[in-house]
């Protein structure tokens, strides 16, 4: 990875990365209490079980807040307007990331998103998200 925007991608995120590689979006599911859980780690948040494992997300979501940056420090500065959010995802991880194909004045609580995969400059891939239908 060349690009200076990029996560740091340790053992417990390197498969959730390659995942994403590969245009999936993966949460860590527990085999216990069932729930899903995001960032991806060895155990479930929830209840505490080590019987966790990566399954395959719906991609849909729901816009639960977000702002607008305008201006930001090197090396995040290069994509500058774009919207941060945090949006819940169908299976209850609340992640977050961007929302891209989407006016300001449609940005609203609530609202129908799927995820979407942007491929940058050097190849990488990252989830972004964008209006459910679009
Ligand atoms: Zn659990």
């Known amino acids: 990875m060349s690009a200076p925007d990029r996560p740091t991608i340790d053992s417990d995120s390197q498969a959730w990365w390659a995942a994403v590689q590969d245009h999936k979006l993966l949460v860590n599911t527990c085999r216990t209490c069932g729930q899903a859980s995001l960032y991806v780690r060895p155990f479930c948040p929830h209840c505490w079980s080590e019987d966790v494992a990566l399954t395959q997300a719906s991609g849909r979501a729901r ?10 420090a090197a090396p995040f500065d290069v994509r500058t307007p774009y919207v941060l959010a945090m949006v819940d995802l169908e299976e209850g991880p609340r ?5 891209e194909d989407c006016t300001v004045e449609n940005l609203c609580a609530d609202l129908n998103l799927e995820v979407a995969f942007r491929t940058d400059e050097d190849g990488f891939v ?9």
């Open 63 to 72: 816009l639960y807040t977000w702002s607008i940056v305008h201006r930001n």
């Open 95 to 99: 992640l977050m990331t961007v929302v």
């Open 126 to 134: 990252v989830p972004v998200f964008r209006p459910a239908g679009n």
